[in-house]
């Protein structure tokens, strides 16, 4: 049976400041403040999260994550099956290893491992 979870969506927004109260206003949990660049929320109730980049709203900025323990194999047997990959897996300064693909409509879609890094990154706010 193979696994894979979807538990991490990006979007793009021009204001972190305001993105940053307004999700904080629904309930999500900071877990990274890399403001202006960057904001990373945990989803409460499932365990997913939620981050937002800076760059304008919409226009392809929404970045879909799939979760793999298996990357580097997964990726393999997708090539063999015929998808086609933006990019090959590699380790990321945010500390996930990432391969980027697009689905048939030119959504961006990423497949990566991040383990414990995904909720709890070494600079994560205390709390």
Known sequence: MITMRMNHVEITAPDLDAAWVFYGKLGLVPIVDSRPRYVR???????????????????????VYFEVDDLDERVSQLKIAGVNFASEPEDKRWLWREAELSDPAGNRIVLYFAGKNRINPPWRIPG
Do not use: M
């Open 41 to 63: 929320f945990l989803c409460p109730d499932s365990g997913g999260t939620f981050s937002v980049a800076h760059g304008e709203a919409g226009g392809g900025g929404t970045t």
